[in-house]
């Protein structure tokens, strides 16, 4: 058992990795992490490398919609906060084979809130007062924005557009009921797109990084102009920080980068990154790979985050520009050749095959 702990689901993830490491090198008032993760295809434990040795740590490989596996973590570790970062999440994947989605992000949710609720009954005295349910969620159960429009806020009205943020909007929507219906502590995030190290490069950043350093075309779906708000991992990790610590039980909280730009945008920032830290690859200026490819079914064409209330009740605000972000971001790609050799093996390169026919 590890006292003090915390229970992170999805801990082998992009984001839920980065949390991790930044909880435990932030000391983080002294709790231990309990990670379960089922290591489906982006999960990587070569992601916590650093860590697998620390007594604070610990590592339990299991799928949440098992309800059995999570009483007993729960039993055994008895943590007084749940971060639950398990989810499917890629918007693509889930338009080809929405089932896992429904799956780990509707019924894994499910389950999870069902044992968090038999586990905090049989908690006494300031143990219950003090335990939370943090549920991290994204910004595309908003649906989509004109060039005009305001940015989301939390009480923005859903309106999902893919599988995938259908299914995130209806694990939101069972974490607010738990909460209003039985008394769950819960706090709920709703994050923009995030971008940084270990990120698995189906998404856009990592996979321009990469096909840019191998010369291959660097795709972007229909002209490019679809608007997204970015937002630094890191940032993204110590937003959830300061949610679970200070956030008010039941409420919402909106995290955005301050930074909406186009998908053309952000690969051309990335090409000129590389052009001058590579400028003796085999394509360069590296935009010369840019192909335009079929757009992506539903495609939402902007999304823009209000972050007026986490500012105004717990004073966070992003860290990271745009430009200090992406710079780090391809720097750590760029030193981290071992990490991108092992996750792109021969089944994520029959997907892009599959996906984007380059």
Same mark, same amino acid.
């Given at each position: 058992?590890?006292?003090?702990?915390?229970?992170?689901?999805?801990?082998?993830?992009?984001?839920?990795?980065?949390?991790?490491?930044?909880?435990?090198?932030?000391?983080?008032?002294?709790?231990?992490?309990?990670?379960?993760?089922?290591?489906?295809?982006?999960?990587?434990?070569?992601?916590?490398?650093?860590?697998?040795? =620390?007594? !604070?740590?610990?590592?339990?490989?299991? &799928?949440? *919609?098992?309800?059995? /596996?999570? %009483?007993?973590?729960? +039993?055994?570790?008895?943590?007084?906060?749940?971060?639950?970062?398990?989810?499917?999440?890629?918007?693509?994947?889930?338009?080809?084979?929405?089932?896992?989605?429904?799956?780990?992000?509707?019924?894994?949710?499910?389950?999870?809130?069902?044992?968090?609720?038999?586990?905090?009954?049989?908690?006494?005295?300031?143990?219950?007062? =003090?335990? !939370?349910?943090?549920?991290?969620?994204? &910004?595309? *159960?908003?649906?989509? /924005?004109? %060039?005009?429009?305001? +940015?989301?806020?939390?009480?923005?009205?859903?309106?999902?557009?893919?599988?995938?943020?259908?299914?995130?909007?209806?694990?939101?929507?069972?974490?607010?009921?738990?909460?209003?219906?039985?008394?769950?502590?819960?706090?709920?995030?709703?994050?923009?797109?995030?971008?940084?190290?270990?990120?698995?490069?189906?998404?856009?950043?990592?996979?321009?990084?990469?096909?840019?350093?191998?010369?291959?075309?660097?795709?972007?779906?229909?002209?490019?102009?679809?608007?997204?708000?970015?937002?630094?991992?890191?940032?993204?990790?110590?937003?959830?920080?300061?949610?679970?610590?200070?956030?008010?039980?039941?409420?919402?909280?909106?995290?955005?980068?301050?930074?909406?730009?186009?998908?053309?945008?952000?690969?051309?920032?990335?090409?000129?990154?590389?052009?001058?830290?590579?400028?003796?690859?085999?394509?360069?200026?590296?935009?010369?790979?840019?192909?335009?490819?079929?757009?992506?079914?539903?495609?939402?064409?902007?999304?823009?985050?209000?972050?007026?209330?986490?500012?105004?009740?717990?004073?966070?605000?992003?860290?990271?520009?745009?430009?200090?972000?992406?710079?780090?971001?391809?720097?750590?790609?760029?030193?981290?050749?071992?990490?991108?050799?092992?996750?792109?093996?021969?089944?994520?390169?029959?997907?892009?095959?599959?996906?984007?026919?380059?």
């Amino acid at each position: 058992m590890l006292r003090n702990s915390i229970l992170v689901t999805g801990g082998a993830g992009f984001i839920g990795s980065n949390f991790i490491l930044n909880w435990l090198r932030a000391g983080s008032g002294g709790d231990a992490i309990v990670n379960v993760d089922n290591l489906t295809y982006a999960g990587n434990l070569e992601n916590l490398e650093k860590i697998s040795s =620390d007594p !604070r740590y610990t590592f339990a490989k299991g &799928d949440i *919609v098992d309800r059995r /596996l999570i %009483a007993e973590v729960l +039993a055994q570790h008895a943590p007084r906060a749940i971060v639950h970062f398990a989810a499917e999440s890629h918007v693509d994947r889930s338009i080809h084979g929405p089932d896992d989605f429904i799956r780990t992000n509707v019924n894994g949710t499910f389950s999870l809130l069902e044992e968090s609720r038999a586990y905090w009954n049989e908690l006494e005295g300031e143990k219950k007062r =003090d335990f !939370r349910f943090l549920h991290v969620s994204t &910004d595309e *159960v908003y649906g989509s /924005l004109t %060039a005009d429009d305001p +940015a989301f806020t939390e009480t923005t009205a859903y309106a999902p557009n893919s599988p995938y943020s259908a299914s995130k909007a209806a694990s939101d929507h069972l974490v607010r009921a738990y909460h209003h219906t039985y008394g769950l502590p819960t706090l709920t995030t709703n994050c923009s797109n995030n971008y940084g190290p270990f990120q698995f490069p189906e998404k856009l950043i990592p996979l321009t990084i990469l096909n840019a350093l191998a010369g291959k075309p660097i795709p972007v779906y229909g002209d490019g102009k679809n608007v997204r708000d970015w937002l630094y991992v890191e940032d993204h990790c110590e937003a959830i920080c300061a949610v679970l610590h200070h956030g008010r039980i039941g409420e919402t909280y909106n995290i955005g980068g301050m930074n909406e730009k186009t998908n053309l945008e952000i690969v051309d920032s990335i090409c000129s990154a590389l052009d001058t830290m590579r400028p003796n690859d085999s394509v360069v200026p590296h935009s010369h790979l840019i192909k335009f490819v079929a757009d992506r079914p539903g495609h939402d064409r902007r999304y823009a985050m209000d972050i007026g209330k986490i500012k105004a009740e717990l004073g966070w605000t992003p860290r990271h520009s745009f430009e200090t972000g992406i710079r780090e971001t391809v720097e750590w790609y760029l030193a981290n050749s071992a990490w991108i050799a092992g996750v792109t093996s021969g089944s994520y390169r029959q997907w892009m095959a599959k996906q984007y026919s380059l």
